[in-house]
Nanobody, 124 residues
Framework: QVQLLESGGGAVQAGGSLRLSCAAS????????MAWFRQVPGKEREFLTS????????FYADSVKGRFTISRDNAKNTVYLQMNSLKPEDTAVYYC?????????????????WGQGTQVTVSS
């Protein structure tokens, strides 16, 4: 069992940047492939990016490729999402997720554990 806690969300103007963090408690994150998703009310949860257990592989959805960067620091038990050039359509609740697979992709049911989410609001 692993508990995930996201932080770093907030309000920012279009074109700005935010860095989200996802910290794990009780278990080491190096046991898991990790990912970030987001969700807007009334819509399905959207895959953004994933990273392998050792950080060697990453995968991005087209909607964020070139603007968002996923990284991890296993020594700190933390995964990050650096978000640049933010747009109003990036407004959502952002979730981190962990899979017992060494590397997950974009399918929701690959992921065994989820954080509670952090709100990101981008104004025009």
């Amino acid at each position: 069992q692993v508990q995930l806690l996201e932080s770093g969300g907030g309000a920012v103007q279009a074109g700005g940047s935010l860095r989200l963090s996802c910290a794990a408690s009780e278990r080491t994150l190096s046991d898991y492939g990790m990912a970030w998703f987001r969700q807007v009310p009334g819509k399905e949860r959207e895959f953004l990016t994933s990273i392998s257990w050792n950080g060697a592989r990453t995968f991005y959805a087209d909607s964020v490729k070139g603007r968002f960067t996923i990284s991890r620091d296993n020594a700190k038990n933390t995964v990050y999402l650096q978000m640049n050039s933010l747009k109003p359509e990036d407004t959502a609740v952002y979730y981190c997720a962990a899979t017992t697979l060494p590397y997950g992709l974009g399918t929701l049911n690959e992921y065994n554990y989820w954080g509670q989410g952090t709100q990101v609001t981008v104004s025009s």
